[in-house]
């Protein structure tokens, strides 16, 4: 171990309510709009990550959940390369060893890359103690900068050309607002979808909604959303969710070729949503989609049982109950959901549409581990498992 | 017969090629932006309306596709009433009996109310002579103005307050451009989904992206649009064509509460023709969908068999292959799918997806039947059958 250094972080997920799509500048990985993301908690879903460097090691090595990966790709060698130029010769001569594991299905299609990235940069502000390392880390994933936070986050898009104003800040931590919960409705669907870095090159390319809504709409309903979550309106705080995700799908829409991300289980879950909270007379749930099928919704905490038995309901679980609940609840809470509302929101059940839900809230931002008994690399510098 | 006077017609559907959505006035039905569109062959697809006036109606009467239809509604009666104005004491203390009927299934979700109005149109423009019309049966269906007309067909937006500057005329008349042929994929879908009237009220209300697009795009769009079809360009007439359905599909999205017309099977007949399109390196075909899932292709007549090989191979029919395609083809003209396309295509097959196709053109205007025997009345002022 003696020429060998190695750290491991635990890191979040976010999940934009104002979205994230487009660069402005592909090297720099700078974007054309500023965005605000919730940062999930790590008990429910994070990505572990150990970090090893030596001068022993042949070439640099990654393993994600388990499995090895091409270290070579550019994404990963542009980071690792910014790394070093950091650290300069203390470093030199090293190569890296890598090892990631999700504590949720990455077959859910969350950002989980996003987390991993975010690990990387955890490690190095631990070392560096600035958050100019989020320039690093944007390098693998440009999203990733808004995981360095708990609570609800922005990236500030900037102006400057070198991009050093382009910078993530805290917008309240989690203490904030502690009755923010998430339910993500992990929808069936084997499609290999577009994904977002190309998809969003296509769109600043060919979309002409993309460019206006970036220039014209974004920054306004940044200025809405902060203000929703330091006055703790959830009311606002729905409508610009909701009407952020489906402008941005729109968007995607409108690029040459489109990009559809929702499909018709996506699209039931947003009727299921508006029509009960058009019978409470007030939002109860708010969605938000990615680039993918899966919905998250930002809930208070005193109505996820209502909303959790009215999602058990319209997907049912055809099998495996005892699973189809993950986090802060459990398959055994789930209410039955009332008749009379039933009679009022005119959709059909869909059995087996989901694979699962999962429970979370909003939460702490990452975290290095000292105890070198939580590495994921054993000590001759290989996945222990 | 002698106090009664009745007539004939026929009309046509059409298919905007540069969409309306949206009205600046809901009383004098003027639209947000001005639209194109193609008059589809009523060869294949028309409505028939029989209209008689009489003293000894008790009231007005509508039967459509041999069911009795409230005739007292809104969008109706500002109609009729419209023609009474026009007409004076001629028809004082008279009554409607309308009758019509499609040569279509009513089940495939197209603009079949267009086609009636249409009918009407043609009818009193027979009696009246003048355009002034298409304000009157704009009343009952805003894009039934372009059905009036056969070839392509453009409704200007027009700038008065009083709309009458707000008309349908013809761009190219149908023998202008003979070779364009357009096959309906018929998407197998029971959800009823939110009307078009309603519909472009929520967009006109809610959407940022509509009226940017209405006032900033689409008037770049028409002209580039009328050029195309003027220099019988397909290429350009095929990208403007798919990226306005695009967008205006974007702005159904962008919508409060979001409304999705486009389906699961839609955006794989999009993938479809995009893959499709991709491999040969020019456009064979161009799709264009309204307000519901159907897929309307406009191609070439060339290329005509080519699609329908793909359309078939990826949505095959899965009973009734003798009606599965109706009009200018037959099941037993489609030629196998070439195993050298399918490779490069990654899209698998989605039998019983469609519950038909009709292939057909582009094609004339409305016609008034002077042959009492077409009519749809009998001597007693009711359906024949």
Redesign the interface.
């Known amino acids: 171990m003696a020429d060998r250094k190695q750290a491991t972080c635990i890191a979040p997920v976010n999940i934009a309510v104002v979205k994230y799509w487009g660069k402005r500048d592909e090297n720099l990985i700078l974007p054309i709009n500023s965005s605000l993301s919730g940062t999930l908690s790590t008990d429910q879903m994070c990505a572990k990550t150990t970090i090893a460097i030596s001068k022993s090691f042949q070439r640099d090595r990654l393993w994600i959940n388990g499995k090895e990966q091409d270290a070579t790709g550019k994404r990963l060698q542009n980071c690792l390369r910014e790394v070093r130029s950091r650290c300069g010769s203390e470093i030199e001569g090293c190569h890296y060893h890598i090892c990631s594991v999700n504590n949720f299905p990455t077959a859910a299609g969350l950002a989980s890359s996003a987390a991993g990235y975010a690990c990387l940069g955890e490690y190095f502000e631990y070392k560096e103690g600035i958050t100019k390392i989020q320039f690093t880390i944007r390098q693998g994933s440009g999203s990733a900068c808004r995981s360095m936070y708990g609570g609800f986050v922005k990236w500030e898009m900037g102006n400057k050309s070198d991009g050093s104003d382009s910078i993530a800040v805290q917008v309240t931590p989690e203490s904030h607002w502690p009755e923010m919960e998430v339910l993500i409705l992990v929808v069936s669907d084997k499609k290999k979808g577009v994904s977002s870095t190309s998809g969003m090159q296509t769109s600043v390319k060919t979309s ?2 993309l460019k ?2 970036a220039e ?2 974004v920054p306004k309903l940044m200025t809405e959303m902060e203000t929703a979550i330091q006055q703790k309106n959830y009311q606002a705080f729905a409508e610009i969710t ?2 952020d995700s ?2 941005f ?10 990009i ?1 991300y ?3 289980i996506s ?1 039931k879950i ?1 009727q299921l949503i ?1 029509h009960f909270n058009q019978y409470c007379g007030e939002y109860k749930a708010c969605y938000t989609f990615d680039a993918g099928p899966n919905a998250v919704l930002y809930v208070l905490a005193k109505d996820v049982p209502q909303i959790l038995s009215a999602v058990c309901h319209y997907f049912p679980c055809t099998e495996n109950h005892d699973s189809y609940i993950q986090g802060l609840s459990n398959y055994s809470d789930v209410k039955e959901f009332p008749k009379e509302i039933e009679n009022t929101i005119c959709l059909d059940p869909i059995p087996g549409s989901l694979t699962g839900i999962i429970h979370t809230r909003v939460g702490s931002g990452p975290r290095v581990i000292l105890d070198d008994n939580e590495s994921l690399l054993g000590g001759d510098g290989l996945p222990k498992c």
């Open positions: 002409k909604l206006y809504r014209s709409l909701m009407k489906n402008q799908h729109a968007v995607c829409l409108d690029t040459y070729p489109p559809a929702m499909n018709d699209h947003v508006t």
